[in-house]
Structure formats: C-alpha cells, structure tokens
C-alpha cells in the first residue's frame, strides 16, 4: 500500500476524495477537510514549515506538494533524502481536470479520478453558460490586510471568477498579488469587492473599515468562502457554482 503525506490542503482533500485517504500517513496542520478523514493523520508541520525529520520518519512512499504553497527547498531536501514527490500548480481551471487525473493514475484511483475531472468540467461548462446570461462584473479579490493585497490575472482565483463571468480590475498587474491603496481601490470603483475567508480572515469590522475608507457602498463588498475561491482540486467544481451567485 502507497503511503502519502500531502503538504497542501487542497490535494490532501482530493486525496480522500479520490479514495486514497486510508493511505494519507500524513498532512500538514492546515489539512482539515475531509474533517473525520485528517482526524487520525499525522500532522508534519505548516506549508511553509515542515517538519522534514517527521515526515520521514513516516516513511512515505510519494509526498505531494504545490509549488506556491510549499517550499523549493523543503521539495529539494525530500528529494535528496531519497523521497519521491509530486509538484503541482494550476493557475486555471482548465488546469484542474487533468491534474486530477494525473493524481488519480498516480495513487491508483483512475475511475474515481475521472468522476471528480468530469464534475470540475461540466461546473465550468455551467458557470460559463451562466455567465452568458448576464452583464460581466468588474470585481476586486482582497486577500490580506496591512498591507491590503489583491492577485493579478496570472492566478487560479482570478481565472475561477473569470470562468464565472467576472473581470478581475488588477488582472493586468505585473505582481501576482499586488499591494493596493485604498485610494486605488476607491478608483478602481469595482462592482463587486470580495472578502474572502482565507488566506486573511475577512470580518464585519473590515468591510465597516473599507466602507468609511473607500466610500464604496456597502452593497458592493461580500464575504465570501475563501476555500472556494482558492482551493483546486475536488473542491473546484463547488467553486465555480460559488462563483456564479456571488457574481449573480
């Protein structure tokens, strides 16, 4: 039997969704979905931090990672130990279908992987077909506060909303999360400003800041599910429907 430790939350989730949770041995400290699978497993530090000595230790036969979540050098270091690991980064939802079917054919779960591929296909076809309907909206992701950070085009939530119809207003900054004034924001005057859950945890108090700062109405600022915004994977094809009410 293959034994995995996952290093970002989101392929930690599509692990057990494909059917490979009873081989996960380990996972980092923010790996909480599927609740009742990560219970057991062996926490190996955070994304940023693992604990490399106790990844070993578990003696894994595949670690796998995600190329802005993780380290190059937390990778290089398990690779020098001898340990096989598999990168990845999607910055499109096109880009998610085939990485769970390369998952899937890599654990060993090619039926059920194709499922999951399918499912993130036809939510696209439908938020695509939904965002055909209607006028697209201008919309600015916020992510992190002091200092206030947005992300360009060139990332996977900007092409998650895209495929819904909304038109990211910093998708053509050269960083790929830019800092913002909120001057700017107040200029950039989008239809629809997004306060996700994560990676900054976005409260009532903030949009009562970002209202008297900015002068933009309160009907134009929404909290939203950061892990459905961010998290590719399994998890995508509930994204896209998320997607498609909050720019409804």
């Not at 400290?29 to 219970?39: L, Q, T």
């Not at 999360?177 to 005057?189: G, I």
């Not at 209202?211 to 998890?235: A, K, M, P, Q, Y």
Request: proline share 6%; charged share 30%.
């Amino acid at each position: 039997m293959a034994r995995l430790v996952s290093l970002c939350p989101s392929l930690t989730e599509t692990l057990f969704d494909l059917g490979a949770g009873p081989e996960v041995v380990g996972a980092t400290k923010f790996c909480v979905h599927p609740v009742a699978g990560v219970e057991h497993v062996v926490r190996v530090g955070g994304t940023k931090d693992p604990r490399l000595d106790r990844i070993l230790d578990l003696r894994p036969t595949l670690v796998l990672a995600n190329e802005e979540e993780n380290r190059l050098e937390d990778v290089e270091a398990l690779r020098e130990a001898g340990v096989a690991v598999h990168t990845s980064l999607p910055r499109r939802v096109a880009d998610v279908p085939p990485l769970i079917r390369e998952l899937g054919g890599v654990v060993g779960h090619a039926d059920r992987a194709e499922d999951l591929a399918l499912g993130v296909e036809e939510a696209a076809t439908r938020a695509q077909e939904a965002a055909a309907m209607r006028s697209p909206r201008r919309v600015l992701v916020l992510i992190w506060r002091r200092p206030w950070m947005s992300a360009n085009g060139d990332t996977f939530l900007s092409d998650l909303l895209a495929t819904a119809g909304g038109r990211n207003v910093v998708a053509d900054r050269a960083e790929r999360y830019p800092r913002l004034e909120l001057d700017e924001v107040r200029a950039l005057d989008p239809d629809l400003v997004l306060l996700p859950s994560e990676p900054f945890p976005f409260k009532e108090e903030h949009v009562d800041e970002l209202v008297t700062r900015t002068r933009i109405g309160r009907s134009r600022f929404l909290g939203c599910d950061g892990e459905l915004l961010t998290w590719h994977g399994s998890r995508t094809a509930a994204g896209l429907s998320a997607a498609s009410r909050w720019l409804a």
